[in-house]
């Protein structure tokens, strides 16, 4: 079983960038495809981004396309978020998630994720 632990959040201005990370002990992060969600309070959870196993596939959430972009280190068994031009809206707890899949090149349902980090909090100000 992986455990996941991400990083890299903090208290950013509207306008600046963030790099979360997510690192995995347990297993190798490479047997699995990586998502990204969010919570902001009072809301429900939003799917992020998520990349595959070789990293060669990305998706996002549409309120992030264009700003946000996902890339893996599989030596370093990590994943990392970089967030740009960041509004107060993406303020939120960010988690990164796994799914076991046997594809390099796919990612999953966003409802096929099996794994969860504990969160990171994301603030930007205005």
């Known amino acids: 079983q992986v455990q996941l632990v991400e990083s890299g959040g903090g208290l950013v201005q509207a306008g600046g960038s963030l790099r979360l990370s997510c690192a995995a002990s347990?297993?190798?992060?490479?047997?699995?495809?990586v998502g990204w969600f969010r919570q902001a309070p009072g809301l429900e959870r939003e799917f992020v981004a998520a990349?595959?196993?070789?990293?060669?596939?990305?998706n996002f959430g549409d309120s992030v396309k264009g700003r946000f972009s996902a890339s893996r280190d599989n030596t370093k068994n990590a994943v990392y978020l970089h967030m740009n031009s960041l509004k107060p809206e993406d303020t939120a707890v960010y988690y990164c998630?796994?799914?076991?899949?046997?594809?390099?090149?796919?990612?999953?349902?966003?409802?096929?994720?099996?794994?969860w980090g504990q969160g990171t909090q994301v603030t930007v100000s205005s």
């Open positions: 998630t796994a799914a076991a899949v046997t594809r390099w090149d796919m990612v999953p349902p966003r409802n096929e994720y099996d794994y």
């Open positions: 347990g297993r190798t992060l490479s047997s699995y495809a």
């Open positions: 990349i595959s196993r070789s990293g060669s596939i990305t």
